[in-house]
């Protein structure tokens, strides 16, 4: 006769009363204690005691007392390992097992993104990546995750919830403008060799394969920190601090004009048409500049609403000497208020970003911006920018 397991083979045994949670303890307790009589387990070959929440009928509290009651109570608990099985009846299935692993369980079991009859079994995914974000490793390899849900949904043929805990779609993302502006501040000084502390992100994204890219996303109630935040770390766009509410409000009303969420695109499409695109009713044609004993002279060859028109004026830089000859025209006379420059890419191809700020004399108050391979042309074009944003008004 052929023996039943094979020579070598190590097996556990594993027994679960169906319904311990709604079993007065002392009898569950017997039951146990009686099976754990006949398999005699020792502590070299445990006992698996598998104690499960067939339904929730109690808050996760109760459900933790009675893990701690069983494993105070067991004659053999160091030759039993105690297992939970919750499901999630009452919603409160992650946090059951959670209380019962304080509690002294030694054991999970679950099911990928809660998976199982009724409202689910537990999330086996969630519990793992909560103890990970606490420095306990699970031991399950979750450091791909897009791959496991892709695998899931294929195979299941259900869909993982956009706001699933760490696996969907928008969880790392936020929509709200307060959100955004932590966000954005925390991560400035977040450094690669420290713990992981970017408020409203509580794992870091890259520890499961998820993107950065869609940690702040814009709608209409997203705010002005959200949206400098695309515009720099998606185009190289670094916006000085008070420009960031002025682009803020532009692209919230086209946000809520499209009554949509707008895309990285989207959001670079409404700065180029608002501050890099516009040339009316003042288009630049020509500039250059000279400088002689520390006084600089431009010549400008402009067109102001529809008209050609030749510039000349002298000043202590460039920036100077452009305003003074816009001062000679119709144009509405104003004043600089801030200037900011930065580089737009690396290497030969760089390009000079410039963002200016002016005040008119009707005490309005815009930034424009500019781009252009030379600093100088960039920052003349920054002025023109803000002049025509201030006559669109």
Not at 236 to 259: C, Q, R, T, Y
Not at 361 to 384: C, H, P, Q, W, Y
Request: glycine share 6%; aromatic share 8%.
């Amino acid at each position: 006769m052929q023996p039943l397991v094979a020579e070598g083979t190590n097996l556990r045994l594993e027994y679960s009363p169906e319904s311990f949670t709604s079993t007065e303890l002392e009898f569950a307790l017997e039951i146990c204690e009686a099976v754990s009589d006949v398999w005699a387990p020792t502590p070299e070959k445990k006992i698996i005691l598998n104690l499960p929440a067939t339904v929730e009928y109690a808050t996760p509290n109760v459900h933790a007392d009675q893990i701690e009651w069983m494993c105070t109570h067991l004659t053999r608990r160091d030759a039993t390992i105690v297992s939970l099985h919750t499901h999630n009846d009452r919603g409160t299935g992650v946090a059951a097992t959670e209380l019962a692993l304080l509690a002294g369980a030694d054991r999970v079991e679950g099911t990928l993104f809660g998976n199982g009859e009724r409202t689910g079994n537990l999330d086996i995914v969630n519990v793992a990546l909560n103890l990970y974000t606490h420095g306990i490793h699970p031991n399950l390899d979750f450091s791909d995750i897009n791959h496991v849900r892709e695998v899931y949904e294929r195979c299941t043929k259900l869909e993982v919830y956009p706001r699933q805990p760490y696996v969907g779609e928008l969880v790392f993302t936020a929509f709200s403008g307060s959100h955004q502006d932590a966000i954005k501040k925390s991560w400035a000084v977040q450094k690669p060799e420290q713990p992981w502390d970017v408020l409203y992100i509580p794992i870091d994204p890259a520890d499961i394969g998820r993107s950065y890219k869609a940690i702040i996303r814009i709608n209409s109630q997203s705010g002005k920190g959200g949206v400098a935040y695309i515009l720099e770390h998606e185009f190289g766009f670094s916006l000085p601090k008070l420009m960031h509410k002025e682009i803020g409000k532009i692209v919230n009303d086209v946000a809520d004009a499209k009554g949509t969420e707008l895309t990285a695109a989207d959001i670079h499409d409404v700065f180029r048409r608002e501050y890099l695109e516009r040339k009316t009713p003042l288009s630049l044609e020509q500039f250059k500049s000279s400088e002689r004993n520390s006084t600089v002279k431009c010549e400008a060859k402009l067109t102001i609403d529809g008209v050609a028109q030749k510039l000349v004026a002298e000043g202590n830089g460039p920036i100077d000497a452009f305003v003074r000859a816009l001062a000679t025209t119709s144009l509405p006379k104003f004043e600089v208020l801030s200037y900011a420059e930065h580089s737009l890419g690396q290497g030969a191809e760089a390009r000079a970003v410039s963002y200016i700020q002016i005040k008119t004399e009707r005490g309005l108050t815009l930034f424009g911006a500019g781009v252009d391979t030379n600093i100088e042309l960039a920052s003349i074009k920054a002025i023109v920018s803000a002049l025509n944003r201030t006559l669109a008004r």
